[in-house]
């Protein structure tokens, strides 16, 4: 992709149980488009995405 979004900062919304892949496609999508994307949810801390009915990876929020 191109640096279409070079600088700019981009805020993906998701909170405990989302699925895995529903924002780490979006997010790696917005990386090669050059933006700096932010996990923002509805507390602090981290959120526990599932994969599948599984518990997934944790991920840090601002």
């Known amino acids: 992709m191109t ?3 070079s600088g700019k900062r981009v805020a993906v919304l998701a909170t405990d149980g989302v ?3 529903e924002p780490d496609r979006p997010w790696q999508a917005l990386v090669d488009a050059g933006a700096e ?3 923002v949810n509805l507390g602090a801390g981290t959120i526990t995405a599932c994969d599948h009915i599984e518990a997934g990876d944790t991920r840090p929020s601002t």
């Open 37 to 39: 994307p932010r996990l």
């Open 19 to 21: 699925e895995q892949v």
């Open 3 to 5: 640096d279409e979004l």
